[in-house]
C-alpha cells in the first residue's frame, strides 16, 4: 500500500514538471478528496522535503533537538500552509473572473507546491540548498492550473497567479510568526 501512494505520488511529480497543462487537465477530472490528496501526495513530499532538510542541517553541525524542532515546524506549516492557500486561491477567484470551487482551490494548493518541496530537498547537502531557487517553478505550474481548475480566462491568469504568489508569500511568513514560539516551546521540554 505505500509502495502504492510513492509510484502514484512519483508519477504525478513527473508528470507535473514534463508536461503540466497535460496534468492538470487529468487533476482537473480527479476528485476533490482532501484527505486522500493529503495522505497520497502533500504528506509524502512534505515529508521528503522535511527530512532533506533535518538532515542537511545535522551536517552541519546543528544540534539535533533545533533540528526535530526545524523538522516539526516544517511539516506543521506545509500542511496549514496547503489549506490556507486552498481558502486564498477560492476566495480570489471571482476577481479574476474564475469560479469559487473549494475542492479545486484545494487541488491547485496541493499540486502547484510541488516545485517547491522537490527544490528543497537540495537542502539535504547545505552547498546545494541555492538550487532551492528552481522552486520558482511552482509559479509556472500556478499559472498553467489556475485556468483549468479555477475557470479563470487565459488573460487574467498572469495577475491572478502574480496575487496568489505574493498571498502565499505572506501567508508563510505569518505562520511562520505563529507557529515559531509554539515549536521552540515545545523543544524545551
Known sequence: MIQDIIDKCLRRVQRLLLSPAKEWDAI????????????????????????????????????????????????????????????????????????????QAFKVAAYALTAVWLASTFNIIPALSILEILGIYAFYSLYVGLPKLMNCPADKALVYTTVIG???FVLYVILKILVVPIIIGLSMF
Not at 54 to 67: E, Q, R, T, Y
Not at 70 to 88: N, Q, R, T
Open 166 to 168: 505574493v498571498c502565499a
Open 28 to 103: 482537473n477530472g480527479d476528485p476533490a478528496d482532501m484527505a486522500d490528496i493529503y495522505k497520497s501526495y502533500v504528506l509524502p513530499l512534505v515529508m521528503f522535503s522535511a527530512l532533506a532538510g533535518a538532515i542537511g542541517s545535522l551536517m552541519m553541525g546543528l544540534n539535533i533537538g533545533f533540528v526535530i524542532r526545524d523538522l516539526l515546524f516544517a511539516i506543521i506549516i506545509w500542511l496549514a500552509s496547503v489549506y490556507l492557500f486552498s481558502l486564498i486561491i477560492d476566495a480570489l477567484a471571482p476577481t479574476f473572473g474564475g469560479q469559487k470551487n473549494p475542492g
